[in-house]
């Protein structure tokens, strides 16, 4: 898909990749439309890169309705808005719980739910989900997290499906740990060395190419944390005990005690 003049709605545009997301798309020609809670970090990125700023809270009906008006008139829908929602399952409370499945999941369905069909009325259209590689294995302290990141891929490599052929494009973005902003580097949790990351303009730009070249699923992390990661999908269990041994208990506990405060 061509990007210049495209309509590009992005969620999630006040956070660490959001923010790279706006510039690349912004780069690329688009038109941008950018949605988050804090309305004076957002109208100063609209103000930056021309676009209109919309202020939305995925977890409100109310203003999800709205936002699925904006979806309608995109081009381009980029999923990217998400919570931590790390942590063990009994820690959260059932509203945390709800907030998390909303903003991580629910939201994105029901914006590509009504982004969709006016896609396919103007015969063109890409759906952008930013799911993570805790979509493709599971590890300890991120059950909630894991289950809407795997939901979400499941839900973009199927609508993709759905859609072939049809001028409208899915394409699922599954990064790994991203440095330097972001909901991984805001936890100050510490990697095991030789753990690789990835910056959040790599992120973008590789966003932004899944777009151009209709991809259906692409990830942005070093090559071994690549391989381990779809290793384990194929044998979750061995590949379990293979990361406790390697201390990804530790791993897991720094990053979600860091994060719990953003539920
Ligand atoms: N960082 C990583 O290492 C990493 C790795 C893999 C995947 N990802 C994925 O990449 C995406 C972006 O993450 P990030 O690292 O940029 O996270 P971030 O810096 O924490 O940003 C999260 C974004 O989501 C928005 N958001 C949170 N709750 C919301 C709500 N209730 N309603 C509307 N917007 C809400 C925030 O908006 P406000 O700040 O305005 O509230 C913010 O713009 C997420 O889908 C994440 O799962 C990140």
Do not use: W
């Not at 029901?110 to 979509?135: E, K, Q, T």
Request: aromatic share 4%; glycine share 12%.
């Amino acid at each position: 898909m061509r990007l210049g003049s495209a309509v590009v709605l992005v969620t999630g545009a006040t956070g660490g990749i959001g923010r790279a997301l706006v510039d690349a798309f912004s780069d690329a020609g688009a038109r941008l439309v950018l949605s988050g809670r804090r309305a004076d970090v957002l109208d100063g990125l609209a103000a930056n890169c021309g676009g209109r700023a919309v202020v939305a809270d995925l977890a409100d009906p109310a203003d999800l309705e709205r936002l699925c008006g904006e979806a309608e008139a995109a081009d381009v829908l980029v999923a990217n808005a998400a919570l931590p929602a790390s942590g063990r399952l009994d820690s959260f409370d059932p509203a945390e719980l709800d907030r998390c499945i909303d903003v991580n999941l629910r939201a994105p369905i029901r914006l590509a739910r009504a982004a969709v069909p006016a896609m396919l009325s103007r015969g063109r259209g890409h759906v952008l989900l930013v799911s993570s590689l805790a979509g493709v294995a599971a590890a300890p302290e991120s059950s909630l997290y894991s289950a809407t990141k795997f939901g979400l891929r499941g839900f973009g490599l199927a609508l993709r499906q759905d859609l072939a052929g049809s001028g409208v494009g899915v394409s699922v973005l599954l990064p790994g740990f991203v440095r330097d902003a972001g909901m991984f580097a805001d936890s100050g949790g510490s990697l095991p060395p030789g753990v690789g990351t990835r910056s959040p303009q790599e992120v973008a730009a590789a966003a932004v190419s899944a777009v151009e070249r209709d991809r259906a699923e692409v990830v942005v992390a070093p090559a071994p944390l690549t391989a381990g990661a779809y290793l384990a999908g194929l044998a979750p269990g061995p590949a379990a005990r293979v990361a406790r041994r390697l201390g990804g208990d530790r791993v897991a506990r720094s990053i979600a005690s860091g994060q719990t405060g953003r539920r």
